[in-house]
Protein backbone atom coordinates (compact mmCIF):
# COMPACT_ATOMS: atom_id res chain seq x y z
CA UNK A 1 0.00 0.00 0.00
CA UNK A 2 1.22 3.24 -1.14
CA UNK A 3 0.76 6.80 0.44
CA UNK A 4 0.37 9.74 -0.54
CA UNK A 5 -0.09 13.49 1.05
CA UNK A 6 -3.15 15.30 2.15
CA UNK A 7 -2.35 17.82 0.29
CA UNK A 8 -2.18 15.73 -3.01
CA UNK A 9 1.13 17.43 -4.37
CA UNK A 10 3.66 14.90 -3.16
CA UNK A 11 4.43 11.61 -5.76
CA UNK A 12 3.04 8.88 -3.71
CA UNK A 13 5.76 6.49 -1.10
CA UNK A 14 5.44 3.35 0.34
CA UNK A 15 5.28 2.79 4.33
CA UNK A 16 8.88 2.68 5.05
CA UNK A 17 9.62 5.89 2.91
CA UNK A 18 6.57 7.99 4.93
CA UNK A 19 8.00 6.71 8.14
CA UNK A 20 11.65 7.36 7.10
CA UNK A 21 10.48 11.08 5.65
CA UNK A 22 7.69 12.30 8.70
CA UNK A 23 6.34 14.72 6.44
CA UNK A 24 5.48 15.00 2.45
CA UNK A 25 7.74 17.47 0.49
CA UNK A 26 4.48 19.01 0.05
CA UNK A 27 3.97 20.52 3.21
CA UNK A 28 1.35 17.70 3.92
CA UNK A 29 0.84 14.96 6.22
CA UNK A 30 1.18 11.15 4.73
CA UNK A 31 -1.91 9.22 4.53
CA UNK A 32 -2.48 5.62 3.40
CA UNK A 33 -4.02 5.66 -0.06
CA UNK A 34 -7.45 3.37 1.39
CA UNK A 35 -8.09 2.20 4.81
CA UNK A 36 -7.74 -1.09 4.97
CA UNK A 37 -11.18 -3.34 6.21
CA UNK A 38 -11.63 -5.71 9.37
CA UNK A 39 -14.57 -7.83 8.93
CA UNK A 40 -16.68 -9.32 11.62
CA UNK A 41 -14.45 -12.13 11.43
CA UNK A 42 -11.39 -10.33 11.46
CA UNK A 43 -12.90 -8.60 14.67
CA UNK A 44 -13.27 -11.99 15.98
CA UNK A 45 -10.19 -13.27 15.60
CA UNK A 46 -8.44 -10.12 17.15
CA UNK A 47 -10.40 -10.96 19.84
CA UNK A 48 -8.78 -14.28 20.66
CA UNK A 49 -4.83 -12.56 20.39
CA UNK A 50 -2.71 -11.11 22.75
CA UNK A 51 -1.91 -7.41 22.55
CA UNK A 52 1.60 -7.85 20.53
CA UNK A 53 -0.21 -10.04 18.15
CA UNK A 54 -3.21 -7.88 17.60
CA UNK A 55 -0.91 -4.55 17.11
CA UNK A 56 1.24 -6.64 14.20
CA UNK A 57 -1.80 -7.87 12.73
CA UNK A 58 -3.49 -4.34 12.59
CA UNK A 59 0.12 -2.80 11.72
CA UNK A 60 1.12 -5.44 8.62
CA UNK A 61 -2.63 -3.93 7.08
CA UNK A 62 -1.29 -0.81 6.56
CA UNK A 63 2.76 -1.46 6.48
CA UNK A 64 2.48 -4.01 4.05
CA UNK A 65 6.08 -3.37 3.29
CA UNK A 66 6.75 -4.95 6.70
CA UNK A 67 6.23 -8.85 6.82
CA UNK A 68 4.03 -10.20 9.64
CA UNK A 69 6.56 -11.85 11.42
CA UNK A 70 8.99 -8.90 11.33
CA UNK A 71 5.76 -6.83 13.39
CA UNK A 72 5.48 -9.43 15.55
CA UNK A 73 9.34 -9.45 16.51
CA UNK A 74 9.21 -5.82 16.88
CA UNK A 75 5.61 -5.61 18.84
CA UNK A 76 6.77 -8.57 21.14
CA UNK A 77 9.49 -6.53 22.51
CA UNK A 78 7.99 -3.38 22.77
CA UNK A 79 5.22 -4.39 24.48
CA UNK A 80 6.63 -6.56 26.38
CA UNK A 81 8.78 -5.88 29.77
CA UNK A 82 8.97 -2.22 28.85
CA UNK A 83 5.88 -2.31 30.19
CA UNK A 84 4.33 -2.78 34.17
CA UNK A 85 1.90 -5.73 32.73
CA UNK A 86 -0.75 -5.55 29.89
CA UNK A 87 0.36 -2.33 27.92
CA UNK A 88 -3.45 -1.11 27.58
CA UNK A 89 -6.28 -2.53 30.03
CA UNK A 90 -9.45 -1.23 30.32
CA UNK A 91 -10.63 -0.14 33.87
CA UNK A 92 -14.18 0.00 34.64
CA UNK A 93 -15.51 3.30 36.64
CA UNK A 94 -18.91 3.04 37.21
CA UNK A 95 -21.97 2.35 34.93
CA UNK A 96 -20.45 3.87 31.58
CA UNK A 97 -17.02 4.63 32.07
CA UNK A 98 -14.62 2.63 30.68
CA UNK A 99 -11.24 3.95 31.61
CA UNK A 100 -8.49 2.96 28.83
CA UNK A 101 -5.31 3.05 30.71
CA UNK A 102 -2.38 4.07 28.07
CA UNK A 103 0.59 5.00 30.64
CA UNK A 104 2.15 1.88 31.87
CA UNK A 105 4.91 2.34 29.64
CA UNK A 106 8.54 3.88 30.53
CA UNK A 107 7.59 7.11 30.70
CA UNK A 108 4.16 6.93 32.05
CA UNK A 109 2.26 8.83 29.32
CA UNK A 110 0.46 7.16 26.10
CA UNK A 111 2.86 8.45 23.92
CA UNK A 112 4.96 5.03 24.44
CA UNK A 113 2.26 3.18 22.94
CA UNK A 114 3.91 4.68 19.66
CA UNK A 115 7.22 5.34 20.44
CA UNK A 116 8.46 1.82 21.70
CA UNK A 117 7.59 0.74 18.45
CA UNK A 118 8.55 3.75 15.56
CA UNK A 119 12.24 3.48 16.22
CA UNK A 120 12.07 -0.47 15.67
CA UNK A 121 9.86 0.66 12.30
CA UNK A 122 12.27 3.45 11.40
CA UNK A 123 15.26 0.82 11.71
CA UNK A 124 13.74 -1.28 9.39
CA UNK A 125 12.99 1.53 7.13
CA UNK A 126 16.43 2.60 7.01
CA UNK A 127 17.60 -0.97 5.56
CA UNK A 128 14.01 -1.31 3.51
CA UNK A 129 14.85 1.97 1.06
CA UNK A 130 19.04 1.59 1.35
CA UNK A 131 19.41 4.54 3.40
CA UNK A 132 22.85 5.04 4.20
CA UNK A 133 22.93 8.20 6.15
CA UNK A 134 22.29 8.84 10.10
CA UNK A 135 18.46 9.82 10.48
CA UNK A 136 17.98 12.75 12.53
CA UNK A 137 15.47 13.08 14.49
CA UNK A 138 13.89 16.29 15.16
CA UNK A 139 10.94 16.73 18.46
CA UNK A 140 9.06 19.82 19.60
CA UNK A 141 6.95 18.83 22.76
CA UNK A 142 4.42 20.03 24.65
CA UNK A 143 5.89 17.29 27.41
CA UNK A 144 5.77 13.53 27.27
CA UNK A 145 6.34 13.49 23.20
CA UNK A 146 9.89 14.16 23.97
CA UNK A 147 10.67 12.04 27.02
CA UNK A 148 8.97 8.87 24.92
CA UNK A 149 10.68 9.64 21.89
CA UNK A 150 14.29 9.73 23.95
CA UNK A 151 13.40 6.60 25.91
CA UNK A 152 12.30 4.86 22.42
CA UNK A 153 15.60 5.99 20.30
CA UNK A 154 18.55 6.25 22.94
CA UNK A 155 20.70 4.49 21.62
CA UNK A 156 19.41 3.16 18.68
CA UNK A 157 22.32 2.46 16.07
CA UNK A 158 22.00 4.96 13.14
CA UNK A 159 19.85 7.49 14.27
CA UNK A 160 19.71 10.77 16.61
CA UNK A 161 17.55 12.81 18.49
CA UNK A 162 16.90 16.43 19.91
CA UNK A 163 14.15 17.36 21.57
CA UNK A 164 12.75 21.31 22.16
CA UNK A 165 10.67 21.84 24.93
CA UNK A 166 8.98 25.23 25.65
CA UNK A 167 10.91 26.50 29.03
CA UNK A 168 7.71 27.52 30.82
CA UNK A 169 5.26 24.91 29.33
CA UNK A 170 5.93 21.92 30.78
CA UNK A 171 5.60 19.97 34.44
CA UNK A 172 8.25 19.55 36.85
CA UNK A 173 8.29 15.70 36.51
CA UNK A 174 8.28 15.91 32.67
CA UNK A 175 11.53 18.88 32.30
CA UNK A 176 13.03 16.26 35.10
CA UNK A 177 12.54 13.24 32.82
CA UNK A 178 13.73 14.80 29.62
CA UNK A 179 17.10 16.49 31.01
CA UNK A 180 18.54 13.63 33.09
CA UNK A 181 17.75 11.62 29.94
CA UNK A 182 20.67 9.03 29.10
CA UNK A 183 21.77 8.05 25.81
CA UNK A 184 25.25 9.00 23.56
CA UNK A 185 23.05 9.81 20.41
CA UNK A 186 20.44 12.59 22.77
CA UNK A 187 19.66 15.96 22.96
CA UNK A 188 17.84 18.24 24.33
CA UNK A 189 17.05 22.26 24.95
CA UNK A 190 14.70 24.40 26.41
CA UNK A 191 12.59 27.15 23.98
CA UNK A 192 12.01 30.60 24.92
CA UNK A 193 8.46 30.40 24.22
CA UNK A 194 5.62 28.29 23.94
CA UNK A 195 4.77 24.35 22.60
CA UNK A 196 3.74 25.99 19.13
CA UNK A 197 7.05 28.27 18.71
CA UNK A 198 9.07 25.07 19.52
CA UNK A 199 6.83 23.04 16.47
CA UNK A 200 7.05 25.84 14.13
CA UNK A 201 10.58 26.52 15.10
CA UNK A 202 11.10 22.56 13.94
CA UNK A 203 8.45 22.97 11.31
CA UNK A 204 10.77 25.60 9.46
CA UNK A 205 13.62 23.30 10.06
CA UNK A 206 12.02 20.74 8.01
CA UNK A 207 11.04 23.41 5.48
CA UNK A 208 14.66 24.66 4.81
CA UNK A 209 16.09 22.62 1.60
CA UNK A 210 19.46 24.56 1.76
CA UNK A 211 19.53 23.31 5.32
CA UNK A 212 18.80 19.55 4.31
CA UNK A 213 21.70 19.82 1.92
CA UNK A 214 24.34 21.58 4.30
CA UNK A 215 23.02 18.18 6.50
CA UNK A 216 23.12 15.95 3.16
CA UNK A 217 26.82 16.46 3.27
CA UNK A 218 27.35 15.71 6.81
CA UNK A 219 25.73 12.08 6.18
CA UNK A 220 22.29 13.06 7.88
CA UNK A 221 19.05 13.45 6.79
CA UNK A 222 15.96 14.76 8.98
CA UNK A 223 13.12 12.77 10.60
CA UNK A 224 10.49 13.53 12.76
CA UNK A 225 8.98 11.42 15.34
CA UNK A 226 6.35 13.98 16.12
CA UNK A 227 2.32 12.37 15.61
CA UNK A 228 2.58 14.18 11.47
CA UNK A 229 4.65 10.89 11.63
CA UNK A 230 2.75 8.28 10.00
CA UNK A 231 4.85 5.99 12.27
CA UNK A 232 3.29 7.36 15.40
CA UNK A 233 -0.40 6.98 14.52
CA UNK A 234 -0.60 3.24 13.46
CA UNK A 235 0.40 1.84 16.09
CA UNK A 236 -2.59 3.69 17.67
CA UNK A 237 -5.24 2.80 16.04
CA UNK A 238 -4.02 -0.66 17.86
CA UNK A 239 -5.13 0.14 21.30
CA UNK A 240 -8.78 1.20 20.36
CA UNK A 241 -9.50 -2.19 18.80
CA UNK A 242 -7.83 -3.80 21.59
CA UNK A 243 -9.97 -2.09 23.82
CA UNK A 244 -13.10 -2.82 22.29
CA UNK A 245 -11.85 -6.64 22.17
CA UNK A 246 -11.39 -6.83 25.82
CA UNK A 247 -14.72 -5.63 26.65
CA UNK A 248 -15.98 -7.87 24.37
CA UNK A 249 -13.99 -10.94 25.78
CA UNK A 250 -15.13 -9.64 29.50
CA UNK A 251 -19.33 -9.82 28.38
CA UNK A 252 -18.96 -6.05 29.66
CA UNK A 253 -20.07 -5.29 25.37
CA UNK A 254 -21.93 -7.38 23.15
CA UNK A 255 -20.51 -8.11 19.98
CA UNK A 256 -22.31 -6.30 18.17
CA UNK A 257 -22.52 -3.36 20.26
CA UNK A 258 -21.15 0.30 19.69
CA UNK A 259 -18.92 2.20 21.75
CA UNK A 260 -18.24 5.96 22.03
CA UNK A 261 -14.43 7.40 22.41
CA UNK A 262 -13.33 10.74 24.32
CA UNK A 263 -10.30 11.55 24.33
CA UNK A 264 -8.15 14.82 25.81
CA UNK A 265 -6.73 16.14 22.49
CA UNK A 266 -3.83 18.54 21.52
CA UNK A 267 -2.57 18.03 18.45
CA UNK A 268 -5.22 15.70 17.22
CA UNK A 269 -3.40 12.29 16.99
CA UNK A 270 -4.60 10.20 19.47
CA UNK A 271 -8.15 10.90 18.41
CA UNK A 272 -7.52 10.31 15.07
CA UNK A 273 -5.83 7.34 15.84
CA UNK A 274 -9.36 6.41 16.83
CA UNK A 275 -11.40 7.27 14.09
CA UNK A 276 -9.23 5.59 11.54
CA UNK A 277 -10.11 2.30 13.55
CA UNK A 278 -14.12 3.27 13.25
CA UNK A 279 -13.05 3.58 9.29
CA UNK A 280 -11.87 0.32 9.32
CA UNK A 281 -14.67 -1.41 10.52
CA UNK A 282 -14.89 -0.92 15.00
CA UNK A 283 -18.05 -0.09 16.13
CA UNK A 284 -17.83 2.96 17.18
CA UNK A 285 -20.69 5.91 17.43
CA UNK A 286 -19.18 8.90 18.28
CA UNK A 287 -15.89 10.91 19.30
CA UNK A 288 -15.63 12.93 21.94
CA UNK A 289 -13.09 15.32 21.34
CA UNK A 290 -11.94 16.79 24.90
CA UNK A 291 -9.68 20.26 25.15
CA UNK A 292 -8.70 21.98 28.04
CA UNK A 293 -9.27 25.88 27.76
CA UNK A 294 -7.40 26.15 24.65
CA UNK A 295 -10.77 25.34 23.15
CA UNK A 296 -10.14 25.53 19.79
CA UNK A 297 -11.17 22.29 18.18
CA UNK A 298 -14.46 22.70 20.35
CA UNK A 299 -15.39 25.83 18.86
CA UNK A 300 -13.91 24.06 15.59
CA UNK A 301 -16.57 21.11 15.85
CA UNK A 302 -19.53 23.84 16.77
CA UNK A 303 -19.27 26.48 14.20
CA UNK A 304 -16.81 24.50 11.56
CA UNK A 305 -14.81 27.57 12.08
CA UNK A 306 -10.72 26.65 13.23
CA UNK A 307 -9.42 30.62 14.60
CA UNK A 308 -5.82 30.22 16.12
CA UNK A 309 -6.15 33.84 16.89
CA UNK A 310 -6.81 33.42 20.44
CA UNK A 311 -5.13 33.86 23.73
CA UNK A 312 -3.11 31.03 24.78
CA UNK A 313 -3.55 29.74 28.42
CA UNK A 314 -0.78 27.75 30.26
CA UNK A 315 -2.91 24.77 31.91
CA UNK A 316 -2.05 22.11 34.69
CA UNK A 317 -2.71 19.67 31.31
CA UNK A 318 -0.19 20.82 29.78
CA UNK A 319 0.33 18.16 27.09
CA UNK A 320 -3.09 19.80 25.32
CA UNK A 321 -1.59 22.86 25.55
CA UNK A 322 -1.77 23.51 21.44
CA UNK A 323 -3.46 26.06 19.29
CA UNK A 324 -2.44 24.31 16.38
CA UNK A 325 -3.39 20.50 15.92
CA UNK A 326 -1.55 19.13 13.15
CA UNK A 327 -3.14 15.97 13.05
CA UNK A 328 -7.02 17.36 11.75
CA UNK A 329 -5.46 18.13 8.62
CA UNK A 330 -6.13 14.28 8.11
CA UNK A 331 -9.63 14.69 9.38
CA UNK A 332 -9.90 16.98 6.41
CA UNK A 333 -8.29 15.11 3.72
CA UNK A 334 -10.41 12.17 4.77
CA UNK A 335 -13.64 14.69 5.33
CA UNK A 336 -13.22 16.76 1.68
CA UNK A 337 -9.79 15.43 -0.06
CA UNK A 338 -6.42 17.18 -1.01
CA UNK A 339 -7.52 19.76 -3.11
CA UNK A 340 -10.11 21.35 -0.59
CA UNK A 341 -7.48 20.69 2.54
CA UNK A 342 -4.44 22.17 0.66
CA UNK A 343 -6.95 25.72 0.26
CA UNK A 344 -7.71 25.09 4.26
CA UNK A 345 -4.14 24.93 5.39
CA UNK A 346 -3.20 27.49 3.25
CA UNK A 347 -5.60 29.81 4.36
CA UNK A 348 -5.05 28.37 8.01
CA UNK A 349 -0.69 29.72 7.66
CA UNK A 350 -2.06 33.28 6.03
CA UNK A 351 -4.74 34.07 8.49
CA UNK A 352 -4.56 31.45 11.75
CA UNK A 353 -7.98 30.73 10.53
CA UNK A 354 -10.12 29.01 8.04
CA UNK A 355 -13.69 28.20 7.84
CA UNK A 356 -15.35 24.54 6.52
CA UNK A 357 -17.87 24.16 4.14
CA UNK A 358 -21.06 23.61 5.10
CA UNK A 359 -21.55 20.09 3.73
CA UNK A 360 -17.48 18.91 5.51
CA UNK A 361 -18.71 20.72 8.58
CA UNK A 362 -21.87 18.34 8.09
CA UNK A 363 -20.21 15.25 7.33
CA UNK A 364 -17.62 15.87 10.59
CA UNK A 365 -20.31 17.03 13.26
CA UNK A 366 -21.61 13.13 12.02
CA UNK A 367 -18.63 11.98 13.81
CA UNK A 368 -17.25 14.33 16.52
CA UNK A 369 -18.50 16.27 19.04
CA UNK A 370 -16.35 18.63 21.54
CA UNK A 371 -16.32 20.03 25.17
CA UNK A 372 -13.53 21.61 27.39
CA UNK A 373 -13.19 21.75 30.73
CA UNK A 374 -12.05 24.60 32.68
CA UNK A 375 -9.40 24.28 35.05
CA UNK A 376 -11.84 24.13 37.83
CA UNK A 377 -13.75 21.52 36.07
CA UNK A 378 -10.52 19.49 35.76
CA UNK A 379 -9.64 19.54 39.19
CA UNK A 380 -13.01 19.08 40.32
CA UNK A 381 -13.46 16.19 38.47
CA UNK A 382 -10.06 14.56 39.23
CA UNK A 383 -11.85 15.20 43.43
CA UNK A 384 -15.18 13.28 42.47
CA UNK A 385 -13.43 10.65 40.67
CA UNK A 386 -11.74 9.69 43.57
CA UNK A 387 -14.26 10.47 46.19
CA UNK A 388 -16.42 7.89 44.08
CA UNK A 389 -15.00 5.56 42.64
CA UNK A 390 -11.41 5.32 44.93
CA UNK A 391 -10.11 6.06 40.92
CA UNK A 392 -7.20 8.05 40.55
CA UNK A 393 -6.19 9.99 37.29
CA UNK A 394 -4.31 12.63 36.03
CA UNK A 395 -5.20 16.28 35.05
CA UNK A 396 -5.64 15.02 31.16
CA UNK A 397 -7.73 12.35 31.75
CA UNK A 398 -9.37 14.33 34.37
CA UNK A 399 -10.28 16.78 31.45
CA UNK A 400 -11.88 13.67 29.10
CA UNK A 401 -14.01 12.46 31.97
CA UNK A 402 -15.64 15.73 32.68
CA UNK A 403 -15.99 16.19 28.88
CA UNK A 404 -17.59 12.40 28.85
CA UNK A 405 -19.90 13.11 31.50
CA UNK A 406 -21.34 16.64 29.68
CA UNK A 407 -21.70 14.62 26.54
CA UNK A 408 -23.85 11.89 28.77
CA UNK A 409 -26.28 14.44 29.87
CA UNK A 410 -26.53 16.40 26.38
CA UNK A 411 -27.05 13.02 23.96
CA UNK A 412 -29.59 10.87 24.34
CA UNK A 413 -28.78 8.43 21.90
CA UNK A 414 -25.39 8.67 23.43
CA UNK A 415 -23.83 4.77 23.35
CA UNK A 416 -23.64 2.38 27.08
CA UNK A 417 -20.19 2.70 27.11
CA UNK A 418 -17.41 5.34 26.70
CA UNK A 419 -14.15 4.28 26.20
CA UNK A 420 -11.99 7.52 27.67
CA UNK A 421 -8.24 7.60 26.93
CA UNK A 422 -6.38 7.78 29.72
CA UNK A 423 -3.06 9.56 28.45
CA UNK A 424 -0.99 9.96 31.85
CA UNK A 425 -0.03 8.51 35.12
CA UNK A 426 -1.50 10.86 37.61
CA UNK A 427 2.12 11.00 39.45
CA UNK A 428 3.54 12.59 36.15
CA UNK A 429 1.34 15.71 37.11
CA UNK A 430 1.74 14.93 40.65
CA UNK A 431 1.02 18.58 42.26
CA UNK A 432 -1.47 19.23 40.34
CA UNK A 433 -3.45 16.03 41.23
CA UNK A 434 -2.47 16.36 44.71
CA UNK A 435 -3.75 19.76 44.97
CA UNK A 436 -6.83 18.73 43.72
CA UNK A 437 -7.40 16.73 46.12
CA UNK A 438 -7.07 19.18 48.55
CA UNK A 439 -3.20 17.95 50.13
CA UNK A 440 -1.14 20.52 50.88
CA UNK A 441 1.70 20.11 48.69
CA UNK A 442 5.22 19.72 50.09
CA UNK A 443 8.18 21.29 48.67
CA UNK A 444 10.14 18.37 47.20
CA UNK A 445 8.93 15.80 44.47
CA UNK A 446 9.48 13.05 46.83
CA UNK A 447 7.75 14.39 49.51
CA UNK A 448 4.56 15.01 46.67
CA UNK A 449 4.75 11.26 45.14
CA UNK A 450 5.10 9.78 48.88
CA UNK A 451 2.04 12.41 50.12
CA UNK A 452 -0.23 11.28 47.02
CA UNK A 453 0.59 7.46 47.32
CA UNK A 454 -0.26 7.87 51.08
CA UNK A 455 -4.06 9.65 50.44
CA UNK A 456 -4.67 7.49 47.82
CA UNK A 457 -3.54 4.31 48.34
CA UNK A 458 -1.87 4.17 44.73
CA UNK A 459 2.15 2.91 43.98
CA UNK A 460 4.41 5.50 42.90
CA UNK A 461 5.82 3.93 39.29
CA UNK A 462 9.54 3.43 39.83
CA UNK A 463 9.86 4.75 36.00
CA UNK A 464 8.88 8.35 37.80
CA UNK A 465 10.90 7.89 41.26
CA UNK A 466 13.85 7.03 39.63
CA UNK A 467 14.29 10.67 37.49
CA UNK A 468 14.37 12.21 40.73
CA UNK A 469 18.29 11.25 41.74
CA UNK A 470 19.49 11.02 38.31
CA UNK A 471 22.00 13.84 37.43
CA UNK A 472 20.85 16.65 34.91
CA UNK A 473 22.79 16.56 31.77
CA UNK A 474 20.87 19.25 29.87
CA UNK A 475 20.76 22.75 31.00
CA UNK A 476 20.10 24.88 27.51
CA UNK A 477 17.50 27.41 26.89
CA UNK A 478 17.46 29.28 23.90
CA UNK A 479 15.61 31.36 21.56
CA UNK A 480 13.27 29.58 18.33
CA UNK A 481 15.73 31.64 15.76
CA UNK A 482 18.71 29.40 17.09
CA UNK A 483 17.32 26.18 16.53
CA UNK A 484 18.72 25.31 13.42
CA UNK A 485 22.45 26.85 15.35
CA UNK A 486 21.36 24.27 18.16
CA UNK A 487 21.18 21.21 15.90
CA UNK A 488 24.41 21.75 13.66
CA UNK A 489 26.31 22.24 17.07
CA UNK A 490 24.47 18.73 17.94
CA UNK A 491 25.66 16.97 15.52
CA UNK A 492 29.76 18.34 15.08
C1 LIG B 1 0.19 14.14 23.97
C2 LIG B 1 -0.80 14.07 25.06
C3 LIG B 1 -2.15 14.37 24.84
C4 LIG B 1 -2.66 14.87 23.51
O1 LIG B 1 -2.62 13.86 22.52
P1 LIG B 1 -2.70 14.29 20.98
O2 LIG B 1 -2.44 13.03 20.22
O3 LIG B 1 -1.63 15.31 20.76
O4 LIG B 1 -4.06 14.85 20.75
C5 LIG B 1 -3.03 14.22 25.89
N1 LIG B 1 -2.61 13.82 27.11
C6 LIG B 1 -1.32 13.54 27.36
C7 LIG B 1 -0.91 13.14 28.73
C8 LIG B 1 -0.38 13.64 26.35
O5 LIG B 1 0.91 13.35 26.61
Known sequence: MNYISTRGKSAPVSAAQAIKQGIAPDGGLYMPETIPSLSSDDLKELCSLSYSERAARIMSLFLTDYTYEELLADCSVAYGDNFDGYAAPVVSVGERARILELWHGPTCAFKDMALQIMPRLLSRALVKTGEERTALILVATSGDTGKAALEGYRDVERIKISVYYPVDGV??????????????????????GNFDDAQNGVKRIFADREFAAELDKKGYFLSSANS?????LVPQTVYYIS?????????????????????????????????????????????????????VLTDFFANGVYDRNREFHLTISP??????SSNLER???????????????????DTGRYE??????????????????????????????????????????????????????????????????????????????????????????????????????????SQLSAVLTKEIRFKKVIDPEDMKASVLDFIS
Open 228 to 232: INWGR
Open 356 to 461: LDKADHEKISEEFVGYYASEDACRKEIKDTFDKYSYLIDTHTAVAVSCANKYLADYADAEKKTVIASTASPYKFAPSVAGALGIEIPETDAEIFDALSKKTSTAIP
Open 171 to 192: SRAQKLQMTTQEGENVNVCAIN
Open 319 to 324: SMDILI
Open 331 to 349: LLFLTAGSEKTAAYMKSLI
Open 243 to 295: AWCDLVNKGDISFDEKIDVCVPTGNFGNILAAFIAKKMGLPVGRFICASNSNN
